[in-house]
């Protein structure tokens, strides 16, 4: 629970779907709201003995927060690998702690194995999730007091158990013009439709979402007027788009103006990288872990919590990319009312993530404190922020790059750096003469300011093939060369929101990940793509 000097959330429970309203309490989970209590026997529910858990002691070795200070290093240059993160893997013995969860604990409030991996609460261990709310509350800092803390088993599960409590089938809900494809997956079975919002550099445009709502006409449309909005506002996947405070207000207001519930599906949220800067220009070494961590805090992007005054934001936070994917542990932040709804929904299918991982977990946070899990955090910040730019470096190096003039067809969206890239050396254009202005554009991207992705718009309009075959089918020819050529990325077309749209307007785009391959393997990949693309359009 939130600051007492905040307003409580308003009621919003008519967004509720039949299936929400419908649902009652597991009559065997009502119980366990007692379990705990001290001196009660309880003879009522199918629980095994904890005896007869196999296991007595967890144990693990994590790293050592005491490993996360920053040390100078040649970040600054572009490559070598960070030494403090470097420490962190060495095989010294001093670089891990030993962490250890008892069956029974020794003060009943401590982790322990008995309650953890017995059946409990769909809302998470205690232990886990008020650690969880004092982190969610110092960091997201939502408008409102009763905000509240809900674990579920990573955002997958979380926005599907939004669009099971939010939408009725027949519904549309508001995403990006392109976005990410699993959570249309979500949507799709159930009867729930996407409906597109234009985007630019920060991504969802709020001028586009009022287009959309105020002209909204359902008997065109086929639908009532959307009242959930999905979106992914920071490191956005495909695109990379990061929205700043300004467009968060904006969107915001407008949402309060049509009754709009915001689903902000955070994941990349601790990987913000800030703006890319020409190796040329980059004279600062200044990196997120020298920043104290009120500084960092307050330098990240906020989220759409902050400016929610009347609980109308269900956030959804992951351990996916903070700790690891299949650790399958996150958390809801929203209204007591949906999150008493969305506790229903987990009462009778997920039930909440693995005792196994809520320990762990709650250990990991418990053994780092505050201070040492934010400092993870600059330090995965710090990380990221090297692989961007190693990645859009070697770009740099392969191709000739130069930043679009604001006032170019090609500069999509003005106010933002945007690169368009050509071949490199002495490839020039025939019909256009030689030159700069012979230069022909292979692709263009905006540097991502955070996540995980480079989203790349392919400039096929001078290819021989571009008047006779649909973009989309060039996209795709492109694609399968690169694959045979032993280069797999996403292909646009996947994180299309509007899967109708006329191939005619399409422009062809890959998300292109540098999150995961090692230095010389990303190095790999660009020789590939510049060697595909570059032979794609010389080709007829
Ligand atoms: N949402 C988005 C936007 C993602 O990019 C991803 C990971 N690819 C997920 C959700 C999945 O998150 P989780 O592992 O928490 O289910």
Known sequence: ???????????????????????????????????GRPGIISLAGGLPSPEYFPFDTVKADI?????????????????????????????????????????????????????ALQYGVARG????????????????????????????????????????????????????????????????????????????????????????????????????????????????????????????????????????????????????????????QRFSTFKQTDMSDDQYLAS???????????????????????????????WFTCNPIFAERLERAAETSSQGPSGFTQVLIGKVLQTWQDKGYIQWLKGLGTEYTRRRNFFIDTLLAKFHLEVVPADSPHNLFPGTVRYIASAKGAYLDEKRGSGAAARKPLFSFVPPTSGMFIWLQLHLEDHPKFKDVAKESLEMQLWVKLAEGGLLIGPGNMFAADKTASTASYPGHFRISFSNADDADLVKAIDIFAAVITKFHQDV
């Open 1 to 35: 629970k939130g600051v007492a000097s905040l307003p409580e959330a308003i009621d919003l429970s008519h967004h509720l779907s039949a299936l929400a309203r419908a649902r009652s309490v597991s009559p065997l989970k009502n119980l366990a709201r007692y379990y």
């Open 63 to 115: 790293l050592s927060s005491d490993k996360f200070v920053s040390t100078p290093d040649s970040h600054g240059s572009s490559s070598g690998p960070l030494s403090w993160l470097l420490s962190l893997f060495s095989s010294e013995s001093d670089s891990t702690i030993p962490i250890s969860i008892p069956k029974y604990p020794s003060t009943p409030t401590d982790l322990n194995l008995a309650t």
């Open 125 to 280: 261990i205690p232990q886990l999730q008020s650690t969880i709310v004092a982190f969610t509350t110092r960091v997201f800092q939502p408008a409102y007091a009763d905000a509240t803390v809900l674990l579920h088993v990573g955002n997958t599960d979380g926005w599907s158990k939004a669009v099971t409590t939010l939408c009725n089938p027949g519904e549309g809900v508001l995403v990006s013009d392109w976005t990410y494809p699993s959570a249309l997956e979500t949507m799709y079975p159930q009867g729930v439709r996407a409906v597109p919002v234009r985007m630019d550099g920060q991504g969802m445009s709020a001028t586009g979402l009022r287009e959309v709502l105020a002209g909204w006409d359902a008997a065109a449309r086929g639908m009532p007027r959307p009242h959930v909005m999905y979106i992914v506002p920071v490191g956005q996947n495909p695109t990379g788009a990061t929205m700043g405070a300004e467009r968060k207000q904006e969107i915001y207001n407008i949402c309060v103006e049509f009754d709009v519930i915001i689903v902000e599906d955070d994941p990349y949220y601790f990987l913000q990288e800030g703006p890319y800067v020409h190796p040329t």
């Open 300 to 330: 990240l992007a906020p989220s759409f919590l902050k400016f929610d005054y009347q609980g109308r934001v269900v956030r959804l936070d992951t351990f996916s990319k903070t700790i690891a994917p299949g650790s399958r542990a996150g």
